[in-house]
């Protein structure tokens, strides 16, 4: 005579199989490390091209600054270019060159005085975006900065929220410097393709 079971052990029964075929056909895939997929896959539209041009504010002195010093070598304070000194930055990006105009974001980073020849940074940054369409979004900045040339050139190597897969450059030109207290103006043109 056949042995019958009850409705329970016969689900189990069921479910059991279920997981022992399926762990079988998934096992019998090999994992993959990468594969390419369509940009539209991620919701990525045509590449377009923008233009961003704000203020930097990079204050070193005073009750509030944005950029404060975090370490330097035990030689940086002999070096002719401050070699080895590194600051963290929160500057302030507006409108105008004017502290008190708009601000539409913060520049936050480090840079570090890398040259034992030139005054001349590495800078290591993100412009966090507040304003407008961009609010939310980031650029990240990895580059040279040869503080003292007329127009340095820096590249954009990512992006956040609307900069997502952004590339391009930033252009930075001194607006102001004030040798006694070290505060700086920076002007900074943008140029970035971003989908």
Known sequence: MAKTYSKPTSILFT???????????????????????????????????????????DIVSGPKPT????????????SLTGFGAMAVIDDPLTLLPENTSKVVGQAQGI??????????LLMVMNFAFTEGEYNGSTLSVLGRNTVFSTVREMPIVGGSGV?????????????????????????????????
Do not use: C, M, W
């Open 15 to 57: 479910l059991v199989t279920i997981l022992f075929f399926s762990t079988y056909v998934i096992a019998d895939e090999a994992p993959v490390f990468s594969k390419n997929l369509p940009p539209s896959s991620l919701g990525l539209k045509q590449q377009k091209l923008s233009h961003l041009h704000f203020y930097f504010h």
């Open 67 to 78: 950029a404060i010093r975090v370490a330097q070598a035990a030689t940086t304070n002999a």
């Open 111 to 120: 840079y570090t005085l890398a040259s034992q020849s030139e005054a001349a």
């Open 163 to 195: 900069f997502r897969f952004a590339r391009g450059y930033a252009q930075a030109k001194t607006y102001t410097f004030d040798t006694k207290s070290g505060d700086a103006v920076v002007e900074y043109n943008v140029y970035v393709l971003h989908h």
